[in-house]
Structure formats: structure tokens, C-alpha cells
């Protein structure tokens, strides 16, 4: 699934996360190259939302990481599931976290 924006679901709220849900699905239909790296992101994120967990103040931090990565980008596919800057925002926000949180795990 989407394992970032499920763990940030307080912030997102269920609606939200169908959005999101339904891009990834629309993504894998009509972006054959998606699946690649969908890939990646399945084994990546889970390690990510792990590591979050662990933290005292994750809660704080999923509420960040709505706000910094995940509002703009959820703004974006409800307007155009086809933006690109979706799909490029959202690879941002996981190569960033993955720095920040995966120091030293590939």
C-alpha cells in the first residue's frame, strides 16, 4: 500500500488516504515504469514508517511529514492524477526521508 501516507492517516484522515490509494492503482495502470518503482518504494518505505515508530515523538513527525510532503502532493493528484510533479515530489519525500531516518540501512 502506500506506507507512508498510511502511517500519517491521522493527519490524512480516511479520504485522504483513498486519494492516495487511488493514485498509486491509477499509477500502476497507466504508468507501466511506476511499477519499477513501486518496487523499490515497498521494500524502502516500510523500513522508513519502522523507524519512525520508534520514536518518542512520531506522532509529531508524521504530522511533518503531512505537512512538508504530503498535503502539497495529495493537492496535486486531487487536481491531476497525471501531474508529474506528483510522482517527482513524492520520490523526493521518500529519498529525504530514507537520508534521514535510514542512515547507513539500504
Sequence with gaps: GSYIA??????????????????????HTWHPTFTISFGRYR??????????DKKENSTELYQDIWNEYLKPIFNLIKKD??????????????????????????
Design 6 to 27: 498510511t502511517a500519517a492517516t491521522q493527519s490524512l484522515g480516511t479520504a485522504g488516504l483513498t486519494v492516495f490509494n487511488n493514485w498509486r492503482d491509477y499509477m
Design 43 to 52: 521494500v524502502t518505505a516500510p523500513k522508513i514508517v519502522s523507524a519512525i
Design 81 to 106: 492524477m497525471d501531474n508529474p510533479k506528483a510522482l517527482s515530489d513524492y520520490k523526493v519525500m521518500v529519498k529525504e526521508l530514507m537520508n534521514k531516518y535510514l542512515k547507513g540501512d539500504k
